[in-house]
């Protein structure tokens, strides 16, 4: 084509050879490069965290009764909600903290106090309800676990942040690794659930202790550590809504887990608990894509380039409902294949319970984009409202349909609660958006006026 010609015709619109070059030197530039590769590091930490935690329930289901999978489930119910309560989701905070509100030592002293609080919470809700002896040995490692596994991701935060997501992937990989080989061992050899679970409390610390403390050093070489007192107050009553919104979040698949096992036994509870990992490794894997896209989405909101800010929000929950609508599609067509595969034909019967809690997922997971959206705008108190109403719906919806319904009324009530939580937190991101438009319009006006006057 010589420099006269017309380029190709792309709609109604002539493009010629000096647009393509514009086109690919905006593609193909050194942000955009980094961005993608960031995105799959974050793709890549998730996945493994992902496969760790779905091999762990495999290898438990394999050596044990549906029953022991179910008290494992229950204690996962009992400690979520409560570490997402006071764990205050200070890795988003931190991550997207593009002005250093807050020193890092001062999200890990916040981190390290409210991890021990959580534990403490735990303990004395399972003695205060008259669970089994057996049932408090298991919180109380899964408790410990879920503390040494908090303050790993407030150095994942600060990875994160400085935009290397490749670092909480190694750390990932050889979690899992030591992760997946002590279960092995412990249930295959002794079938004993908390001796499992003690070895896995013990993997988390070692890699806390000898591996992240290490790889942290690689962005911010000073001592993390070391107490810093000094300005904890103000963090914690700015992520004390964060907290909230996690903790409630988190009741949204734990009330559906106390109603069964009240009504039908900690064996239903384990279908349920194996069935709902479908659900949460989808969602760990496309936490990839907010963890990975936070960090810029808090600079183009800072510095106040709002298409940029809509468009990236926009990408983001396309993503996350491709997602969720392929996890619709691969277990209504393989359902009750995987299950046989995977944990065993026992399993199996409960295949058509898959698909509404994968319906779920669809909205979980474009709820996520949402709320990193507000959380990048430091609109925190939208999300609380929402949260409190999706648990709200999962109680109304587990009281009505577990009782007679069994695990497809556990579904049921989370997809109720997934859907009502997202449309509450997408009319509100809205609002928001508004109001940020009409007070970017006042500044420029204002800002005009004051030229004219000088």
Known sequence: MTDGEVGPRLGSVMVGPGTLSTIRRLVWTRSTLWLIGNSLAALASRSIYAAEQWGIVVLIARAATPATV??????????????????????????????????????????????????????????????????????????????????????????????RMDLPARSAAVKMVGSLAVVAVAVSSTHSLPLALGGLALVSLGTLVIYDARLVRRVEPTTLWRADLGGEHGLVRQAVPLGLVSALIALQTSLPRYFLAAQHGDTMVGHLTVLSHFLIAGAIVNGAFQQSAGPRLARYFTTWRPKRFVWAVAALCGASAVLGVAGVGSVVWLGSVILAVVYGAAYAEFADVLPWLMAAGIASYVLASVSTALTVMRRLTVQVVAAACGALACLVASWMFVPTSGLKGAAWAILAASVANLVVTGLGLAGEMRRARRASGFRAAASLAARGRT
């Not at 764990?87 to 030592?105: E, F, K, P």
């Open 70 to 163: 179910g008290m494992y489930g229950l204690a996962l119910a009992i400690v979520t909600p409560l570490f997402g309560l006071f764990s205050l989701d200070l890795r988003s905070l931190l991550a997207t903290d593009y002005h250093g509100r807050h020193q890092t030592t001062q999200y890990v002293a916040v981190r390290f106090a409210t991890a021990v609080l959580a534990v403490l919470c735990a303990l004395a809700g399972v003695v205060a309800f008259g669970y089994s002896s057996t049932l408090l040995v298991v919180v109380l490692l899964v408790a410990l676990r879920k503390l040494f596994e908090g303050l790993s991701d407030i150095l994942f935060a600060v990875m994160q942040k400085h935009e």
